[in-house]
């Protein structure tokens, strides 16, 4: 195996690690969009829903099997659409990096949190047309917190990825790139 694939394998195992410590802070309030946009920025273009995918995975895990979140339906289906909606979030997200790349650095970085937050919005939106015990998920306090949860979590993602390239553990990014 290339040095090169083992450190990116490193970097998937350091986000997913990071996605059990993030569930264990914010649980249902897991940054999602945050992971799609940094996936749509950071990865090629297969790699990303596997990111976005293990760090779900991870999350519902560690929420299933230490957090106690309740095994009923409604709950698996709840996870359901949030994996849904953040791969979804990060096709999207990949898709604006792509069209904004011509416009540099600063039009991807500004676009890309933002769709992936939406997209993945749609996704929970959908859950509460279908599954019980939604209807608090649009509250204006709830957003903002869960809004305000993405913000800083992909300011700290794109510090991580930024020592982690000064390291020599990844790559640059799509925005290092411009």
Same mark, same amino acid.
């Given at each position: @195996?290339?040095?090169? =694939?083992?450190?990116?394998? @490193?970097?998937?195992?350091?986000?997913?690690?990071?996605?059990?410590?993030?569930?264990?802070?914010?649980?249902?309030?897991?940054? #999602?969009? /945050?992971?799609?946009?940094? /996936?749509?920025?950071?990865?090629?273009?297969?790699?990303g829903a596997w990111l976005v995918g293990a760090s779900w995975l991870a999350n519902q895990a560690y929420g299933f099997g230490v957090l106690g979140y309740p095994l009923e339906l409604q709950a698996f289906g709840w996870g359901l659409?949030?994996?849904?909606?953040? =791969?979804?979030?990060?096709?999207?997200?990949?898709? =604006? $990096?792509?069209?904004?790349?011509?416009?540099?650095?600063?039009? @991807?970085?500004?676009?890309?949190?933002?769709?992936?937050? &939406?997209?993945?919005?749609?996704? =929970?939106?959908?859950?509460?047309?279908?599954?019980?015990?939604?209807?608090?998920?649009?509250?204006?306090? !709830?957003?903002?917190? !869960? /809004?305000?949860?993405? $913000?800083?979590?992909?300011?700290? &993602?794109? $510090?991580?990825?930024?020592?982690?390239?000064? /390291?020599? #553990?990844?790559?640059?990014?799509?925005?290092?790139?411009?």
């Amino acid at each position: @195996m290339s040095e090169a =694939i083992v450190k990116r394998m @490193m970097w998937f195992v350091f986000l997913v690690a990071a996605s059990i410590v993030a569930t264990t802070v914010f649980a249902c309030a897991f940054p #999602f969009a /945050a992971v799609a946009a940094l /996936a749509a920025l950071d990865t090629e273009y297969e790699d990303g829903a596997w990111l976005v995918g293990a760090s779900w995975l991870a999350n519902q895990a560690y929420g299933f099997g230490v957090l106690g979140y309740p095994l009923e339906l409604q709950a698996f289906g709840w996870g359901l659409f949030m994996g849904a909606g953040a =791969i979804a979030g990060y096709y999207a997200a990949r898709a =604006i $990096v792509l069209a904004l790349k011509p416009y540099g650095m600063i039009a @991807m970085l500004a676009a890309a949190l933002p769709v992936a937050f &939406l997209v993945y919005q749609a996704g =929970i939106y959908a859950g509460t047309l279908v599954l019980t015990h939604g209807e608090g998920a649009f509250r204006y306090d !709830v957003v903002r917190y !869960v /809004a305000t949860v993405e $913000v800083i979590a992909f300011a700290v &993602l794109l $510090v991580v990825h930024r020592i982690a390239f000064a /390291a020599g #553990f990844v790559t640059p990014n799509a925005v290092e790139r411009a």
